[in-house]
């Protein structure tokens, strides 16, 4: 029996990790319905990694399916606010939740969406667009400004816009934790017919297993030469 190839086996396999799409939210219709529940990566089906539905705030407007392009489209959605502080004291935002379990080491690496929508939202930034700040609760969104991570925009109409939103060294080596993303959106339009459409939201990160204990890693190999001299 060869003791180091087994003890490097677990050392190798300890310290793995990968880079893959940790959930996807593709907003698929059902029964004529969107779907707000993720599709899983299978690294994060097997590190036990999960992510929970998309949630839609109170005061966010009324979630409808874009029909062919199985696209979620929010109608409605007036905050009405014209800056952030407000949008989420109505709950005009929306949210999901990634959760890592306690054996499991995780870096988020980015986030992005693919927006489209009417040219009827307005910002405190722009008079002719609508976006949304995106936040996470590893900042918290006590300052509007400060705890921004991006902005995500989108002006006129026609083809998606993809965003993505590089995440950066705070979402390093996070193990057992869970981590949530908000985007509050600001609209002071007062029309009823505007509307904004979210499709292909994608979460991804690498996965790791924390290093082994050295001690149980001695003692496995302590164990295996008191076998072998036995034989």
């Known amino acids: 029996m060869k003791i180091l190839p087994i003890v490097a086996a677990i050392l190798g396999f300890a310290a793995s990790a990968s880079g893959a799409v940790l959930a996807t939210f593709t907003f698929t219709n059902v029964g004529g319905v969107p779907s707000l529940v993720p599709t899983l990566g299978p690294e994060a089906i097997a590190a036990g990694v999960t992510v929970s539905n998309f949630m839609i705030g109170s005061g966010a407007g009324s979630p409808t399916d874009e029909g062919a392009s199985n696209a979620l489209r929010i109608t409605g959605l007036d905050t009405p606010s014209t800056n952030t502080g407000a949008a989420l004291g109505l709950n005009a935002y929306y949210s999901f939740t990634v959760t890592i379990p306690n054996d499991k080491v995780v870096t988020l690496t980015s986030l992005s969406m693919e927006l489209t929508g009417t040219n009827l939202f307005y910002d405190n930034t722009s008079a002719n667009g609508h976006n949304a700040r995106v936040y996470s609760s590893l900042d918290g969104f006590d300052d509007v400004i400060g705890d921004t991570l991006t902005r995500i925009g989108f002006i006129g109409s026609g083809n998606p816009v993809v965003n993505a939103v590089p995440l950066g060294g705070g979402f390093a080596a996070l193990p057992g934790t869970s981590v949530t993303f908000y985007m509050p959106f600001i609209d002071n339009s007062g ?23 050295m001690a149980w890693v001695g003692a496995f190999g302590a164990g295996v030469l008191v076998l072998r001299r036995r034989r």
């Open 191 to 213: 029309t009823t017919t505007r509307y904004l459409t979210l499709d292909n939201l994608v979460i991804s990160g690498t996965i790791a297993v924390p290093e082994p204990d």
